[in-house]
């Protein structure tokens, strides 16, 4: 994910995060805390930034990834993807269908009805309402009240 042209964060195999503050000419190792693969990452700001992964792995940073901490996610299902409107307002989405969201930078996440057990892949926001989840066969979910 990239909050800039020159600022930018990977996640993937064994809890790994990288990080670029040059446009991706060089990297720099974070420590993310954890060994669990990681799916997604993504930054609400140049400071404030999420990770989700296997086994319901979540880990947030209000430092720009200096520091990772764990939080919890309520679920054990693995999460594909994550994504914040605001600094404490957010969404991720993985496997069983699963939607948790956070209202307060993800100090508590809330398991939200999805209506189904097919893989989420990817959840996107224009809005603290209006958002669209995706997954496996075609599953497409909208919501318009958040």
């Given at each position: 994910h990239w909050?800039?042209?020159?600022q930018g964060w990977v996640a993937g195999a064994g809890g790994a995060i990288l990080a670029t503050i040059d446009g991706g000419t060089t990297w720099k190792t974070q420590v993310s805390g954890t060994a669990n693969q990681l799916q997604s990452v993504y930054f609400a700001s140049a400071t404030h930034g999420w990770a989700v992964g296997m086994l319901g792995t979540i880990i947030a940073t209000t430092d720009g990834g200096i520091t990772w901490t764990a939080q919890t996610s309520g679920t054990a299902n693995s999460l594909t993807d994550v994504y914040f409107v605001s600094t404490t307002h957010g969404w991720a989405v993985g496997v069983g269908g699963d939607?948790?969201?956070?209202?307060?930078?993800g100090a508590t996440w809330t398991a939200q009805t999805s209506g189904i057990i097919t893989q989420l892949n990817s959840i996107y926001f224009v809005s603290?309402?209006?958002?669209?989840?995706?997954?496996?066969?075609?599953?497409?979910?909208?919501?318009?009240n958040g």
């Open positions: 909050v800039s042209a020159t939607i948790i969201a956070t209202t307060n930078g603290a309402t209006q958002g669209w989840a995706v997954g496996a066969a075609g599953v497409i979910r909208v919501t318009a």
